[in-house]
């Protein structure tokens, strides 16, 4: 086996999708038609949808070197593959992982031509975002729609540098770790822009939460908590588990804690936000900063309103001034075998007969006492 393909077989066996890429002929000369003309050389996919032609066929794959031309393969990142990649390209974002106190971590780490990379386990609980950049930190995830993908070893960097294993880190040699805690606070609540002197939403769980701060400290940890429910929001008893965890946090760690009335009501805006963002198609990523930004973030022209995404929710402003601000939504039908009256499960809200007509979302809610 040939230095260049000497890994496929670990990848393979890995379950790693791989993608063929466009190799280096030589320093700056990429193999596509474009040569030295290239802006990426040695980096983009060979062919259009790559991401539908993606194999961990080690046969098919060595196949791709017969030829003799130069070849440089990409791992797809996200669910598929089951990895991300965290990239220090500049001497801002290496600078930032030493502030972090982040350190060497034993996962298969690589060279490339500007800075080392970090494989890290993919997990259904990371934002849906493809790429982000905080403190100069890449962070490749491949979650949000858009695949996307890394060069690895042995591929050929297009200053004519190898991409190389770290010894002792090649995934031959250690298993890949799971994503610092602090990388993905940083995920969840920076923008991108260095807001890093912010609380991660996560800490209302460890830390005392001071009067001044309750209020809002709470609302997005209800918003992160409300995203992570995903397509099962819309069940009682997540709705129950969310709204006990909100109490829970209120209880423990506000200090003093805030009135019951107003943690329902934190709870219903958290919820009510994150099923009209979904409904809107936006991004939980972009929904989350704009949560923690407290600003609009996102406007929209659609069916003649002017949707704007802010920390109470995607708000629905007319285009005609003086008409109502606020239409309703629809709810869908379902196909729930009917429960006969009297029957229905102590405690939840009684639903209305026109409950598939224009109305109002309603909550399914239970007290719960602790």
Known sequence: MTTSTQFISTYCDLGWRLVRLYGVREQGVCTCYKNSDCATPGK??????????TTNDEEQILSWFESGEPVNIGVLLGPRSGIIDIELDSPEAKAAWESLGLGEIWTPTYSAGRGPHRLFKWDENLPAVTVKKPMGIEMRIGNGGTAVQSVIPSSTHHT?????????????????????????????????????????????????????ERNETVHRFAVRE?????????DPQEQQDLLGKIRAINLVNCKPPLADSEVLNLYRSAVQYVRKTQAAEISPAQAVAASDAGKPS???DQNDYVRTLTVEGLSYGPLVPGSDSTPEFRLPRTNAPHRPEGTRRPGHMEVPANCGQTAPRKFLVRPISF
């Not at 983009?44 to 032609?53: F, L, N």
């Not at 995203?227 to 929001?233: P, Q, V």
């Open 44 to 53: 983009h996919p060979v062919g259009d949808a790559w991401e539908t032609r």
């Open 160 to 212: 004519g540098v190898p991409y190389q294993w770290v010894p002792g880190l090649s995934p031959d040699e250690v298993e890949i770790a799971t994503l610092p805690d602090r990388l993905r606070e940083m995920l969840w609540n920076e923008s991108g822009d260095d807001r890093t002197n912010r609380k991660a939403t996560r800490l209302a769980i460890h830390e005392k939460i001071p009067d001044g």
């Open 226 to 234: 409300a995203f992570r429910c995903g397509a099962n929001l819309e």
């Open 298 to 300: 996102v406007h929209v």
